[in-house]
């Protein structure tokens, strides 16, 4: 009811109204980092393409031409002395078009197409944790909004009665029934409670200025924001460690690496394999030479070979192998630090958590209570029974109760974020 009364309210004032789960798809959508970080991927992608990984074989053609001039001297087997030609020329052209294909190298190219992949699904979990921590941003930067708007709200009314209180103190050194003394009491609280008004509106359009910026649009744009929060009643913390084992971008990104060393493993000892080329051609020639035996020639065929290599010896494949496997060794403990630390994090997220729905419900009741006792002395300060010092201090005390049960909201609604964060869980 609450939503569609400040829906109805935008519309009329043309106000925008800016859900949390509007401004973090618009972020998503538009955030320059999420953008490049996009690029990247597609990138990625592009790595993975076949036609990138050796995996095809090459064709090439070739053509050529060939021109020479000279003085030739020739003996033929049965004549006895040598024959000179002058201004000998001789022509050759040749065009070939070939194929070689890489048939077998210890299935290293395979490896390496297998490693692309690899960093192209690490590029998206990169991305994921952007998303996230861009996520969490907007969320705290409008969940910052919220409450200033709450609180901002508590202050106007603050100053509804401290105006009012000014208006009877007036009205009571008119009718000789109060001192200026009174009057300028209440003035000092209007005024600090103007002051304090005019504070938070300005971190109020700051705040809103910050958010406009993670959205990627107008600075100016202006918006209104839902104060209402609602907390999630289905998570438990067992649950949400075995989330974060499994879902954490840390992992995630951890498990890769673990993949990238294997694969490094068999690279390196693909090393100790041979390899096997395979070629053919087609093409021909035309050579003119009036000196030669044959004036003219022509030929024209296909060719074919087989090519087989074998490193015996390389004295750093050792090397390799061996930093590939204290490389996967690594990130092997590097997970279990992970997972440890994950669970940790998760406990005492989870425990800061249950603190903050607490500290929010102890709030409720210091609000009670700050109210009654500020009903109280509102009575009996109309009915002159007590000073405008300690009307005053009643009145403060009601707005710490209130502001402080503000900050206990959000703070809760935070904290269960940061839950869903740790958890993997906070863009589904």
């Not at 001297?73 to 070689?100: C, E, F, L, R």
């Not at 209007?190 to 993670?214: E, F, G, H, M």
Request: proline share 1%.
């Amino acid at each position: 009811m609450l939503f569609v009364f400040l829906l109805l309210s935008g519309m009329i004032f043309g106000q925008e109204i800016l859900t949390v789960e509007e401004a973090v798809t618009l972020a998503l959508k538009n955030n320059f980092d999420v953008e490049l970080a996009q690029k990247n991927i597609q990138k990625a992608k592009l790595n993975t393409d076949k036609r990138n990984t050796g995996l095809l074989p090459t064709v090439t053609a070739n053509a050529g031409a060939n021109y020479s001039i000279g003085t030739f001297w020739g003996k033929s087997v049965n004549a006895s002395d040598y024959k000179k030609i002058k201004g000998a020329g001789t022509q050759n052209y040749n065009a070939s078009i070939g194929a070689n294909y890489l048939l077998y190298d210890g299935n290293f190219r395979k490896y390496n197409w297998d490693k692309l992949k690899l960093f192209y699904h690490l590029s998206e979990i990169e991305a994921q944790a952007l998303y996230e921590r861009t996520a969490l941003n907007v969320h705290n930067t409008y969940y910052q909004i919220a409450k200033l708007k709450e609180i901002l709200a508590l202050l106007q009314s603050t100053m509804e009665v401290s105006k009012h209180r000014l208006e009877r103190a007036q009205v009571g050194v008119e009718f000789g029934k109060q001192s200026k003394l009174a009057v300028l009491n209440a003035q000092v609280d209007v005024n600090n409670d103007s002051l304090n008004i005019q504070n938070t509106k300005l971190q109020i359009t700051n705040a809103k200025r910050n958010l406009n910026a993670l959205l990627h649009r107008d600075l100016s744009t202006d918006f209104d924001v839902i104060t209402e929060v609602a907390y999630l009643a289905d998570l438990t913390e067992d649950q949400l460690i075995q989330d974060a084992i499994e879902r954490n971008t840390q992992i995630k990104a951890i498990n890769q690496n673990i993949n990238l060393s294997d694969l490094d493993i068999k690279m390196a000892q693909a090393g100790y394999k041979p390899t096997v080329r395979l070629s053919a051609n087609y093409g021909g020639t035309f050579a003119d030479q009036p000196a030669g035996f044959f004036d003219k020639q022509i030929t024209l065929g296909l060719g074919a070979g087989v090519q087989v290599s074998w490193n015996i010896f390389d004295a750093s494949r050792k090397i390799k192998e061996q930093n590939a496997i204290i490389a996967k060794e690594t990130n092997l403990l590097q997970k279990q630090k992970i997972e440890y630390e994950l669970e940790s994090q998760v406990r005492t997220d989870w425990a800061n958590y249950q603190n903050a729905l607490s500290t929010l419900k102890f709030q409720q009741v210091n609000i009670q209570t700050a109210q009654s006792n500020f009903d109280r002395t509102k009575e009996r300060f109309a009915a002159g029974q007590i000073s405008s010092v300690e009307f005053r201090q009643a009145q403060l005390g009601l707005l710490r109760a209130q502001s402080v049960y503000q900050q206990a909201k959000f703070d809760a609604k935070v904290a269960e974020l940061r839950l869903l964060l740790v958890s993997g869980r906070l863009v589904e």
